[in-house]
């Protein structure tokens, strides 16, 4: 199924509205909301950090606080800092995310900061979020067992991926 992200809102084809991220421009805290259905969605330290990930993790949690969704991520191949050492002029980054869904594991890749790939275990892809450039928006192709709040999830979790390698201002 073919689906396009626009300004917070998910569409399936180019016009019918099927899902909403709230607390789209700011903040790490957001909302998805599906008819009458709501769900939140934010990053958090995780309560034990592994050498495999930063130290957070991102999680989709339902109306009664039952966890749907969620993913750590990852360092880069080749720069876990357990083997190869923290370098001196930046911190490791961030590409892959491990992501837990419906009691199966995915990998959620960052192929560049406009493509996206969630792969299942076989290496399959099952979801792939690809930004439009100049047209603007991003085009979401998946299969028919995702609904739409499941892929605003995994959109919400690719921007906080991406966010992984930004640099902190104070």
């Known amino acids: 199924m073919e689906y396009l992200m626009k300004g917070g809102v998910l569409y399936r084809g180019e016009k019918e509205p099927v899902c909403r991220i709230g607390g789209w421009l700011c903040g790490s805290r957001h909302t998805i909301s599906q008819g009458t259905a709501e769900y939140q969605v934010w990053a958090q330290p995780l309560e034990h950090p592994e050498e495999r990930c930063s130290g957070r993790e991102y999680c989709l949690r339902g109306k009664k606080g039952q966890q749907l969704m969620r993913a750590v991520p990852c360092y880069r191949r080749g720069q876990e800092p357990a083997q190869a050492g923290w370098p001196l002029n930046r911190t490791p980054e961030v590409d ?59 959109f919400v979790f690719c921007r906080y991926l991406e966010q992984e390698n930004q640099m902190v201002v104070v």
């Open 96 to 154: 892959r995310a491990e992501l837990t869904w419906q009691k199966k594991t995915y990998s959620l890749e960052m192929v560049s900061c406009e493509n996206y790939l969630m792969k299942n275990r076989q290496g399959e892809v099952a979801l792939c979020v690809l930004h439009r450039g100049i047209a603007g928006g991003w085009r979401i192709e998946c299969g028919p067992e995702f609904e739409p709040w499941a892929i605003c999830a995994v």
